[in-house]
């Protein structure tokens, strides 16, 4: 069982920046597929952006260009890097795991984007 926690959430102006972190509790070398989603107030949770174990990144188009997705397998962390952030990026994000049917998630962190 690999543990995810979410850090790095806050309040920031439009425009501004933040970086989310995700530390798993054992290696992820072999999860293949990482990945950040996010739910805003009164809607599904929806997909960011993924990377693979081999570094293959996927992200929302409404994301494209503004986020980063990418992962230390040494340090058993996986990052998203987020900027020119928009009000309409609010939520709550969540780190995801994905390994054959198994799907791990974190418990989340708050981003909040002020206009």
């Known amino acids: 069982q690999v543990q995810l926690v979410e850090s790095g959430g806050g309040l920031v102006q439009t425009g501004g920046s933040l970086r989310l972190s995700c530390a798993a509790s054992?290696?992820?070398?072999?999860?293949?597929?990482m990945g950040w989603y996010r739910q805003a107030p009164g809607k599904q949770r929806e997909l960011v952006a993924t990377?693979?174990?081999?570094?293959?990144?996927d992200y929302a188009d409404s994301v494209k260009g503004r986020f980063t997705i990418s992962r230390d397998n040494r340090k058993n962390t996986v990052y998203l890097q987020m900027n020119s952030l928009q009000p309409e990026d609010t939520g709550v994000y969540y780190c995801?795991?994905?390994?054959?049917?198994?799907?791990?998630w974190g418990k989340g962190t708050l981003v909040t984007v002020s206009s």
């Open positions: 995801n795991g994905k390994s054959g049917l198994i799907n791990y």
């Open positions: 054992a290696s992820i070398f072999s999860i293949n597929a």
């Open positions: 990377i693979t174990t081999g570094g293959n990144t």
